[in-house]
């Protein structure tokens, strides 16, 4: 929970759903897919959050009804979907900028994570189209898409995710 203090969000004891959003995030290194885990804005080790081993063998986590103490953020991830959950008591859109630092990895337009090499290409799209401003902006609104992507590209740039298990 220090992370989500970190980037300027209030941890609660449950999900609040006055603002209740997703948005999906990709990350490719060479063209390669990069896992965002599940559990970023949530205390993992807080006994009243659930744990649920998925198929691929990846954790999810979730199933709070209430914890005795701030368990989750108003700005996290259940699963390794790269679904990014907003579900919030106030209508203030998060951004992208207050994810990674709840992520604990740096963003900058020119700095991701340990990728910091001038001589490595970052380029940045939302729903498919090339964004050139600062990432950490990036305002996290409902069914946006967002691919990073770090050295050489996928042969195909997503434009949109599967939202169905939001």
């Given at each position: 929970m220090?992370?989500?203090?970190?980037?300027?969000?209030?941890?609660?004891?449950?999900?609040?759903?006055?603002?209740?959003?997703?948005?999906?995030?990709?990350?490719?290194?060479?063209?390669?897919?990069?896992?965002?885990?599940?559990?970023i804005g949530?205390?993992?080790?807080?006994?009243?959050?659930?744990?649920?081993?998925?198929?691929?063998?990846?954790?999810?986590?979730?199933?709070?009804?209430?914890?005795?103490?701030?368990?989750?953020?108003?700005?996290?991830?259940?699963?390794?979907?790269?679904?990014?959950?907003?579900?919030?008591?106030?209508?203030?859109?998060?951004?992208?900028?207050?994810?990674?630092?709840?992520w604990?990895?740096?963003?900058?337009?020119?700095?991701?994570?340990?990728?910091?090499?001038?001589?490595?290409?970052?380029?940045?799209?939302?729903?498919?189209?090339p964004?050139?401003?600062d990432?950490?902006?990036?305002?996290?609104?409902?069914?946006?898409?967002?691919?990073?992507?770090?050295?050489?590209?996928?042969?195909?740039?997503?434009?949109?995710?599967?939202?169905?298990?939001?």
């Open positions: 220090e992370r989500t203090v970190a980037a300027g969000l209030q941890p609660g004891p449950k999900e609040f759903f006055t603002n209740h959003v997703h948005a999906h995030v990709d990350v490719f290194v060479d063209g390669k897919a990069i896992r965002i885990p599940g559990g949530i205390d993992t080790a807080n006994p009243d959050v659930k744990r649920f081993d998925e198929p691929d063998g990846s954790v999810a986590w979730g199933g709070i009804e209430m914890c005795s103490t701030p368990c989750i953020s108003p700005l996290h991830t259940h699963g390794a979907d790269g679904i990014i959950h907003t579900e919030s008591r106030t209508q203030r859109p998060n951004n992208l900028g207050e994810f990674f630092t709840e604990g990895v740096p963003l900058t337009d020119s700095c991701i994570g340990e990728y910091c090499d001038p001589d490595t290409t970052i380029a940045i799209y939302v729903d498919g189209e964004y050139t401003d990432p950490r902006g990036i305002e996290l609104t409902d069914r946006k898409e967002i691919a990073i992507v770090i050295g050489t590209p996928p042969p195909v740039i997503p434009t949109t995710a599967d939202f169905s298990q939001a």
